[in-house]
């Protein structure tokens, strides 16, 4: 998830969370507010209408106890219990109750009927409602218990009437103090209907009976009252003698906030109610409120958390672009922020690491191209030594191949020719013969130039491996192939003490013998010759030098003396011009250096080296 | 209201099992059948059997608990008079399942014209009956089992009627005159009302009541009664006034419709008739309560030219039932007192029944733990 949408989230759940928490409180405390408000109120609307419904009664109950008591009423009654129907006196009072009294009262006192009950047998006597004389209401409450005591029998079912009643009886006394008679009347009603009006808009109330019939029209049940039964739960609640107030569906099964509330009084159920969606409007109005809030809250933390993540995340996108840019090889980017903050810094750490880079890389860059250069060159270098070392076995091999392959031809020459010589001595003449000794003479010197070759190209080829030598023991081995030259000549040859070494023995005496020899050779007449053989001991070599007391060489031929064939005296010395060449290939074979300090006439010194080594890179 | 646990699942069971009890019939008939066929088809047919046997068993076992193992106990029910409104519990207790709830597999026996709903019980062609308390209590002066278990209709809806334009407004007017009420429910509460009134029922000419009141429309009868449930409301549809004289109004107090069952029963079987009696009073609470509902569970039963009735007759019957007093069939001592005192007051009891045995409230008491509502 990108940085942004992170910190927006974060920064929404932060400031959603306590506004949802504070919102949800608020909402709940809200709402229990209101809904005990409102339970409250219909709780006691409720109380207030059961008071009125008690007020009502009374009021109804207190009328008819006017009525009974009344002098007149009670003179006429007393006429229509003791006489017959036939009796003028019975029809004047009959005639007077219903005149004078009934019927100027009923509308008044608000009942549908009125009528007198003979104490003796519960006969209606004299009625309002002509039809229902003659009947007998005995087995009536509001009959019996109207005989002792003023009583309102609550809503019932009254058969003959096919309706609800509610009815009250109260005794009629005569003169001497006899219940003569119940004075009843059936109760309108209706008025109940006035009575539980007058409440806001939203408000219903109405009375059930035990019957469950309604006993008042409900706000929403015109014509309900007495007519419809209703069988809701707020209702048998109430009808089983309890008060309450809860959540209900309504007689339309609409929820509703319903109190209900049992009126002993009336033995009826005074149901309050108001439409749950009514009274929960300023509920769902603060829930609305707190809603938007909480929105409005979620919406400026949203965009206080874009506002900081961009703040964070621009530079650090900047860098992101910069490390692209450098990833791809732009060195010369710069990300160049003006940001004081830590990724300001680590901005410009980041530019400031670019450059060293930069820096670091052109370095680099050269280096690398040195050693290349480098690299190659000693590739050149080694291709060229390779091809040296090539081209020298290859004239090794040469060497050796063209000096012994030359012997075979150059011995048939020296044969025949010699066979010549001696076969046909007689036969030839004396510049002849001459001829034939100068060829034999040259091909006895090819035979030594040959013999020379061989022996140089030997060198190379026919090595022995390095050993441990004394060279006290090379040193007497030479003088011992010298020894004829030595005594011949009358060399005096000294030596200093000779160390061991580790070299070919072979090679090493005829490099001896060579020098030795050399300098036993180039000697002017007469001067006998004197040879000294030192060492000198260095660290990595050892350095022998052969002294001598002959003619010397013009340091200018130094070099050209160690180069085969090359002689400086053809004739006054013998010799192939192999030897000093042969002593060289010998010197490096072993790793060493040779070389001549020398005057004309003065002497000179050969001085060659030989590495130490020890026995284990012997060979190398 | 008193409710049986899995009221729901019961009902499904006794579905189930009566589903299962027909299959075997079928297959029962088929083999019968099938006699002339070969053995090897029998034999097969008696596997099949035998595989849905085990198959019902596994099924019961499966769905269990209550009643595990037991069948439906079949229980038939007399009714007064023809499916009507007038029964509407009953029908509703079979409709919801409160029957099945209670393991009752309910017959429910229309009565009519000729059918003595006692006798049929007393004979045991069936296990309950309906029937007008009175004649509850005249059967049990002359010695026959029945006990009295609930009273549906606590006021009688019985009513005697006269044309509007006669000018009989009440019984003193009858004297003279033609009531047809004769060799019928009618015929007890007319004599009593009259003779507790004083007037001499030979000083009214009676006549046998008539169902189709051709006699009372024909003015060849004066007076006549209708419940006023029933056809007082299709004589009124019908454009009739009459004049309504209402036995309560002179002292004839009688409870109508009333649940009896036999000694025997109650002896032998008194949770079954507990759990009869719990289902069938669901059944009216509910009825009372939805009365729309109830009527349109009545139509299924009641005879086409009924049917269009049972919504008003449901409604009417409402207060008769649901009196506001006690629970849904209470029955008080007081009212079996009156009933019995009047009755021998007016001779139609030669002698006073010992009440005990008339009606027990012992299964009211059990099923609603008391009187009041």
Not at chain 2, 132 to 147: K, M, N, T, Y
Not at chain 2, 300 to 313: D, L, R, S, W
Not at chain 2, 342 to 364: M, N, S, W
Request: net charge negative.
């Amino acid at each position: 998830m990108r940085l942004t949408t992170r910190l927006v989230i974060f920064f929404v759940i932060i400031a959603i969370i306590p506004a949802a928490i504070v919102g949800y409180f608020a909402y709940e405390n809200g709402r229990r507010t209101i809904q005990d408000e409102v339970m409250n109120h219909l709780v006691s609307v409720s109380s207030h209408k059961e008071a009125m419904f008690n007020d009502w009664v009374l009021d109804k109950n207190r009328s008819l106890m006017q009525l009974a008591a009344h002098p007149l009423m009670r003179e006429y009654t007393t006429a229509l219990v003791a006489r017959e129907k036939t009796d003028p006196d019975y029809q004047i009072a009959y005639r007077s109750i219903l005149n004078e009294q009934f019927n100027p009262a009923i509308e008044e006192i608000g009942f549908l009927e009125l009528f007198i009950l003979r104490a003796d047998d519960g006969l209606i006597l004299l009625s309002t409602d002509g039809g229902q004389e003659g009947k007998y209401r005995e087995n009536q409450p509001y009959f019996i218990e109207g005989k002792e005591n003023a009583f309102v029998q609550n809503t019932y079912y009254s058969v003959t009437r096919q309706t609800l009643a509610m009815t009250i009886g109260t005794p009629m006394i005569d003169v001497e103090g006899n219940v003569i008679a119940v004075l009843a009347g059936h109760v309108d009603l209706s008025d109940l209907s006035e009575l539980m009006t007058g409440l806001s808009q939203t408000e219903d109330a109405y009375l059930v009976s035990t019957l469950n019939f309604f006993v008042t029209d409900p706000k929403f049940g015109n014509g309900y009252a007495l007519a419809r039964t209703v069988f809701t739960d707020s209702v048998q609640a109430g009808l089983a003698g309890n008060n309450g107030v809860g959540f209900y569906n309504d007689y339309r099964g609409v929820p509703v906030i319903a109190a209900y509330r049992w009126i002993p009084a009336g033995e009826l159920c005074l149901i309050t109610e108001v439409e749950r969606a009514e009274a929960f409007t300023a509920i769902v109005n603060l829930r609305w409120t707190i809603f938007a809030i909480s929105l409005a809250v979620a919406l400026f933390a949203a965009l206080c958390g874009y506002l900081v993540a961009r703040t964070v995340t621009k530079p650090v996108r900047e860098l992101v672009a910069g490390t692209e840019q450098i990833g791809k090889g732009n060195l010369k980017y710069r990300v160049a922020t003006a940001a004081k903050d830590e990724i300001g810094e680590l901005s410009r750490a980041f530019d400031r690491m670019t450059g060293r880079l930069t820096e670091a890389l052109v370095s680099r860059d050269e280096l690398a191209k040195e050693i290349t250069e480098r690299k190659r060159a000693e590739r050149e270098l080694k291709e060229t030594v390779k091809e040296l070392e090539r081209s020298n076995a290859d004239l090794g091999q040469f060497a050796y191949v063209a000096s012994h392959d030359l012997q075979e031809p150059l011995r048939m020459v020296a044969s025949y020719t010699q066979l010549l010589g001696m076969r046909y001595k007689d036969k030839l003449d004396d510049d002849a013969l001459d001829f034939i000794n100068y060829a034999m003479g040259g091909a006895k010197r090819m035979q030594q130039l040959i013999d020379g070759l061989l022996l140089y190209s030997r060198v190379g080829t026919r090595g022995k491996s390095f050993k441990p030598t004394d060279c006290e023991t090379v040193l007497q081995a030479s003088l011992a192939n010298l020894d004829v030259a030595i005594r011949e000549s009358g060399t005096t040859v000294t030596h200093d003490r000779l160390p061991s070494v580790i070299a070919d023995e072979g090679q090493l005496i005829a490099l001896l013998q060579n020098l030795i020899g050399n300098a036993i050779k180039f000697q002017e007449k007469g001067k006998l010759p004197r040879i000294h053989v030192s060492v000198q001991k260095n660290q990595d070599e050892l350095t022998f030098s052969v002294k001598d007391n002959g003619i010397g060489i013009d340091p200018k031929y130094s070099e050209r003396i160690f180069v085969i064939f090359q002689r400086l005296h053809s004739d006054e010395y013998p010799g192939t011009g192999a030897g000093l060449a042969i002593a060289k290939k010998i010197v490096e074979r072993h790793g060493g250096r040779i070389w001549v300090e020398s005057k004309l006439g003065k002497g000179s010194t050969f001085y060659f080296t030989i590495p130490r080594r020890t026995q284990k890179n012997a060979n190398n | 209201m008193v409710m049986s646990p899995g009221g729901k699942f019961e009902y499904m069971k006794a579905r189930v099992i009566n589903r299962v009890i027909l299959c075997l019939g079928t297959v029962d008939r088929r083999m019968r059948s099938m006699d002339h066929l070969s053995g090897e088809m029998i034999t097969k047919t008696i596997a099949w059997t035998v595989v849905l046997l085990l198959l019902s068993v596994g099924l019961l076992a499966v769905c269990t608990p209550q009643w595990a193992g037991k069948s439906l106990d079949e229980v038939s029910v007399q009714l007064k008079w023809l499916h009507q409104a007038e029964f509407a519990g009953f029908y509703v207790a079979q409709e919801k399942g409160y029957y099945a709830e209670e393991n009752i597999g309910p017959t429910l026996l229309p009565g009519g014209l000729g059918v003595d709903s006692l006798a049929r019980v007393i004979n045991g062609k069936a296990d309950f009956g309906v029937a007008a308390p009175e004649q509850i209590l005249v059967r049990r002066s002359q010695g026959e089992p029945i006990v009295a278990i609930a009273t549906i209709y606590r006021y009688n809806p019985l009513v005697f009627i006269a044309m509007e334009d006669s000018g009989i407004k009440q019984p003193s007017d009858f004297i003279g005159y033609t009531a047809a009420v004769g060799a019928s429910d009618g015929e007890l509460q007319f004599a009593a009302m009259m003779r507790k009134l004083g007037f001499d029922t030979s000083r009214v000419n009676i006549m046998p009541f008539d169902l189709h009141y051709a006699g009372f429309y024909g003015g060849v009868a004066d007076i006549t009664y209708v419940y006023s449930t029933v056809d007082l409301i299709s004589m009124r549809e019908q454009g009739y006034m009459v004049n309504l004289i209402w036995p309560d109004d002179y002292g004839i107090h009688m409870y109508s419709d009333t649940l009896f069952t036999t000694e025997a029963m109650i002896a032998q079987n008194p949770d079954l008739v507990t759990r009869f009696l719990r289902a069938t009073l669901r059944g009216w609470n509910q009825a009372v309560e939805d009365p729309e509902t109830a009527a349109a569970i009545t139509k299924k039963h009641a005879i086409a030219a009924y049917a269009e009735f049972q919504n008003e007759m449901m409604k009417s019957s409402v207060p008769f039932i649901h009196t506001g007093e006690d629970h849904i069939g209470w029955m008080s001592a007081e009212a079996w007192e009156q009933m019995h005192g009047l009755l021998l007051e007016q001779g139609i009891l030669a002698q006073p029944v010992d009440l005990q045995g008339v009606y027990t409230t012992e299964f009211l008491e059990k099923i609603y733990g008391g009187g009041r509502g």
